[in-house]
C-alpha cells in the first residue's frame, strides 16, 4: 500500500466536510439514498450532528400568540351576539307596536315638587306590611285598610299605628272600596269580591262576555251602588304582569257589576293594562288610568255624553297606578316608576321589547324601578305637585288622609305616611 500525501488528506477532509453540510441540510448524503446508509455515512451523520450547530426550524403548527388573542377576542364578542340573533329568531314571543306619537320623554313638568319625600317620611309597619298595594280609608274608626302579598286585609289605626290582621282573601287583594259599608276588594286571582258584616267573603264576579278576569286590579263604588273596576289584562296575571306590557297589546278592559241585577258589562275594550280607578265628586265620570301609556282618560257614566271617552292628563312623569280623590279638590295619581329614557326606547321600539323578554325568560331582570311617588291633579287635569324620590323602587297608591299623604307598594314592606305641612313640594 501506498503512503497518504498531505495534499490527498485535506483533498479528503474536504470531501468529508462538504458531505457533512449536504447532510445536514438535505437529511440524507447526496450520494446516497435511504435504504441504503452504511455504516460509515451513519457515523459521519453523527460526527456531523455534533460538531455542527443546532438549525432554527419554524413552528408552522402553531399560530402566532397575536393571531391567538386576536382570534379569543373576536369569539368572545361575537359568540353572544350570534347566540342573541339565534334566540331572537327562535322566540315565539312577538311585541306590538304602539300608539305612541302622543308620548313625549321625559314627560310633563310639574312646577312643585318634593324630591326627595324619604327625607322625613314614616315607614309604618316595617316588614309587617308586606306589598300594601293600595289603601282606603274608613273615617268612622278612623283606619286604613290595605292588602297584603300574603292574602290578607291588614287593618291600621292612624293614631297609634297598631296593625291588626282583618281578614284573608285566599288570594292577593289589590284595589279595595268602601262606601255606605259596603266593602268590596279587586283580587288578582279570584276576581271581584264583597266582604259581608260578619266578614264572609262573597264572589260578585270573575268573568264578562265569557272571558275569565286575569289581573282584577281597581274598583270604585258609586252612590248609586254601581262597582266600577279594571281587569288590567285578560291574558296576563299578576305574576306575569311585565309580559302584558312588553307585549304591549290592549288586554285590559273597563267593567262595571250592578249588585242588584248581578249583570257585569264591559264598558271600554281594548285598553293598555287598564290599572287605577275613581270617580268625580259629581259621580258623572269616571277617571281611569293606563300604566304603559302614561295617561289618565275619563269615561262618563251620566247625561247624553255616558259612555264618551276624553283626555284627563297624558304624558304623566312615570307610570301611573292607582288614583284617589281626597274630597279637597285634588286627585292623587300613584306613579309606581320613572319614565326614563330606556322605556321610552323601549315603548317605541317592539324589538327592544322582544330582547327585554328573551334577557327575562333565560336570565331574569335586574331592579328596573326607581324614583316611585304620586302626582296631585286639579279637577281639570292639571298637575299641581310631585311628591317622589330616588330611593323608593314602586308606588303603587298614595291617599291624602288630613295633613298626611299615605303611600303603599305592591312590592315594599311598609306603608310610606309623609306631613305635607312639614314637607310639601315647592
Known amino acids: 500500500m ?8 485535506r483533498t479528503e477532509r474536504h470531501k468529508i466536510k462538504v458531505k457533512k453540510r449536504t447532510f445536514t441540510r438535505s437529511g440524507y448524503p447526496a450520494t446516497c439514498s435511504p435504504s441504503s446508509h ?8 453523527s460526527a456531523s450532528d455534533s460538531a455542527s450547530p443546532p438549525q432554527h426550524r419554524p413552528q408552522q403548527e402553531h399560530a402566532p400568540p397575536r393571531l391567538l388573542w386576536r382570534s379569543t377576542l373576536l369569539f368572545t364578542f361575537l359568540a353572544p351576539v350570534i347566540v342573541a340573533v339565534v334566540l331572537y329568531r327562535l322566540d315565539s314571543f312577538d311585541p306590538a307596536h304602539m300608539p305612541v306619537h302622543d308620548l313625549t320623554y321625559p314627560g310633563l313638568k310639574v312646577l312643585k315638587r318634593n324630591d326627595r319625600m324619604l327625607q322625613g317620611a314614616e315607614l309604618l309597619g316595617l316588614g309587617v306590611l308586606r306589598g300594601p298595594e293600595d289603601i282606603v280609608y274608613d273615617s268612622r274608626l278612623n283606619v286604613v285598610y290595605t292588602g297584603c302579598e300574603d292574602g290578607w286585609i291588614k287593618r291600621v289605626t ?36 264583597k266582604i259581608n258584616g260578619n266578614e264572609l267573603i262573597e264572589l ?3 268573568e264578562a262576555e265569557g272571558q275569565k278576569f286575569k289581573l282584577t286590579d281597581a274598583v270604585e263604588i258609586a252612590e248609586d251602588g254601581i262597582i266600577y273596576f279594571t281587569d288590567a289584562s285578560y291574558k296576563y296575571n299578576l305574576a ?3 309580559w302584558d306590557i312588553l307585549e304591549g297589546k290592549p288586554f285590559g278592559r273597563l267593567l262595571s257589576f250592578d249588585p242588584v241585577t248581578k249583570e257585569t258589562k264591559v264598558l271600554l275594550h281594548h285598553l293598555y293594562f287598564a290599572n287605577g280607578i275613581t270617580i268625580s265628586p259629581d259621580q ?4 281611569f288610568c293606563e300604566t304603559p301609556m302614561r295617561r289618565c282618560s275619563k269615561y262618563y257614566i251620566k247625561g247624553k ?22 274630597g279637597q279638590g285634588l286627585y292623587w295619581i300613584a306613579i309606581a316608576s320613572e319614565f326614563s329614557k330606556f322605556w ?3 315603548i317605541r321600539y317592539p324589538v327592544i321589547r322582544k330582547f327585554v323578554g328573551i334577557v327575562l325568560k333565560y336570565m331574569g331582570l335586574p331592579e328596573m324601578t326607581k324614583n316611585g311617588g304620586a302626582v296631585a291633579v286639579d279637577l281639570e287635569g292639571k298637575s299641581i305637585a310631585h311628591y317622589h324620590d330616588p330611593g323608593i323602587p314602586i308606588i303603587s297608591s298614595a291617599i291624602k288622609i288630613g295633613d298626611h299623604l299615605y303611600c303603599g307598594s305592591v312590592d315594599n314592606h311598609y306603608m310610606l305616611r309623609l306631613d305635607l305641612n312639614q314637607y310639601p313640594a315647592v
Open 2 to 9: 501506498g503512503s497518504i500525501s498531505s495534499a490527498s488528506l
Open 38 to 45: 452504511s455504516s460509515s455515512s451513519s457515523m459521519a451523520n
Open 158 to 193: 292612624l293614631n297609634n299605628s297598631v296593625i291588626e290582621n282583618w281578614i284573608n282573601t285566599g288570594g292577593r287583594p289589590l284595589g279595595l272600596a268602601l262606601r255606605h259599608n259596603e266593602f268590596i276588594v279587586a283580587d288578582a286571582y279570584k276576581g271581584l269580591l
Open 204 to 206: 260578585l264576579t270573575d
Open 240 to 242: 306575569d304582569y311585565i
Open 284 to 287: 258623572s265620570f269616571l277617571v
Open 305 to 326: 255624553e255616558s259612555g264618551r271617552v276624553e283626555k284627563f292628563i297624558e304624558n304623566l312623569p312615570g307610570f301611573p297606578d292607582n288614583i284617589h280623590y281626597d
Open 344 to 346: 321610552d326606547l323601549a
